[in-house]
C-alpha cells in the first residue's frame, strides 16, 4: 500500500506508539508484506521465526516486538503488538468510508465508458476509455480498470482478501487483517459474471492485457494474472500466486497460493494445481501432471482387473 505522500517516520511511531531504534529522520512510502516490500516501505514481524527475514527484505522500516540487530541504514519501530500496529496505520492512511451513491464523487471514468444502472463504483476508482460495466458490477475502492474492459454482471472488483491473523493465546480464533491494496485490471480484458476478484493485502492483485475470463471466476488476493491468459468457469486461484502470460485455465481448475504457473501452459479441466508448473505444457489431474503421463496412467488403471486375472484368476 503506498501512501500519498512520504510520512515522516516520527509521525508513523507516534501513531502507533512505538519507540525508533536507529535513524529516526527517515520517511517511510508505504507499508507492505514481506514478498511485496521495496525501498521505504514499512513491514511487520512478530515472530522470531522471521525476524531476519524482514530484517534482510528490501523494507527500510521495522515494525517489530524485541529489540535486534539490523543494518546501519534501517530502523525498528518496536512496539508490543506489531500486527495490531499495521491495522492502525492502514486503517489510518486508508480509512472505511461507506459509498452515500452508486458512483463515488471521488470517481474518475474515462471517454466513451459506460457505467450501467445498478452498477456500484466507489471510492478512489479509475475507469479508463470504452470501459462497459454491467448492472450490478461492484468496483470497490480504489481499483483500476483499463481502457475497453468488459466487466459483467454480478461481477465483484476489490472485495477484501479472505486473509486472517491466527491467534492461540486463549481460544483458536481468527483476525481480520485489514486490505489496503487495489486490483489494477489492464486494457483489453473482459470478465464474465458473478466473477470476484479480491484486492491486495497490501500490494495489488493485476489481471494483465487482453486476458478474458468466463463467469464464476475468483482471483485471490495478490495474485497476478499475465497478459491474454484464457480462464474458464469456475476456476479458483488462491492467493499471492503468479500466472505467467497466455495460460490456459479450463473449467473448475483450482490452484493453490505462493505459486507460479509458467509462460504457455494449459491446464484440462477440474485439475488441481498444489505447486508450481513450467511453462509451454498440458496439464491434467490432481495433483496436476503432464497431460500425456496422466493419460498414459488412466489407461493402465483400467487395465489393472484384467491384469489381475491373468495374474491371480478370480481370487
Not at 263 to 273: D, F, I, L, R, T
Request: glycine share 12%; net charge neutral.
Amino acid at each position: 500500500m503506498r501512501f500519498e505522500k512520504a510520512v515522516p517516520l516520527t509521525e508513523i511511531a507516534r501513531l502507533i506508539g512505538a519507540r525508533i531504534v536507529g535513524n529516526s529522520g527517515g520517511a517511510a512510502t508505504g507499508i507492505n508484506e514481506i514478498h511485496k516490500v521495496g525501498e521505504g516501505d514499512l513491514v511487520f514481524v512478530d515472530h522470531p521465526k522471521y525476524y531476519q527475514k524482514c530484517i534482510n527484505s528490501a523494507a527500510t522500516y521495522i515494525i517489530i516486538n524485541q529489540e535486534t540487530t539490523f543494518p546501519p541504514h534501517k530502523s525498528l519501530l518496536l512496539v508490543d503488538e506489531p500486527f495490531e500496529a499495521y491495522q492502525t496505520i492502514v486503517s489510518h492512511y486508508r480509512p472505511f468510508t461507506p459509498l452515500q451513491k452508486n458512483i463515488s464523487d471521488t470517481a474518475t471514468i474515462g471517454e466513451g465508458s459506460i457505467v450501467m444502472p445498478g452498477a456500484v463504483i466507489g471510492h478512489h476508482v479509475q475507469i479508463g476509455k470504452g470501459a462497459r460495466i454491467f448492472p450490478n458490477a461492484v468496483i470497490m475502492d480504489h481499483c483500476v480498470i483499463g481502457d475497453n474492459v468488459i466487466i459483467q454482471s454480478g461481477t465483484v472488483i476489490g472485495s477484501d482478501a479472505f486473509y486472517y491473523n491466527k491467534k492461540t493465546n486463549r481460544d483458536i480464533h481468527y483476525k481480520k487483517m485489514l486490505s489496503g491494496g487495489r486490483v489494477v485490471i489492464e486494457n483489453d480484458v473482459e470478465i464474465g459474471a458473478n466473477c470476484t476478484i479480491d484486492r491486495g493485502v497490501s500490494g495489488d492483485t493485476v489481471i494483465g492485457a487482453g486476458t478474458k475470463m468466463d463467469n464464476l471466476v475468483h482471483i485471490g488476493h495478490d495474485t497476478v494474472v499475465g497478459k491474454n491468459c484464457l480462464f474458464a468457469a469456475q476456476v479458483g486461484v488462491a492467493g499471492a500466486t503468479t500466472i505467467e502470460d497466455e495460460v490456459i485455465l479450463w473449467g473448475q481448475v483450482g490452484v493453490s497460493k505462493t505459486l507460479t504457473i509458467g509462460k504457455g501452459a494449459e491446464v484440462y479441466a477440474q485439475s488441481g494445481v498444489p505447486a508450481s508448473l513450467a511453462g509451454g505444457k498440458k496439464y491434467f489431474g490432481s495433483p496436476a501432471e503432464d497431460a500425456l503421463v496422466k493419460k498414459k496412467e488412466l489407461v493402465w488403471m483400467k487395465r489393472l482387473p484384467v491384469l489381475w486375472e491373468k495374474v491371480f484368476g478370480n481370487k
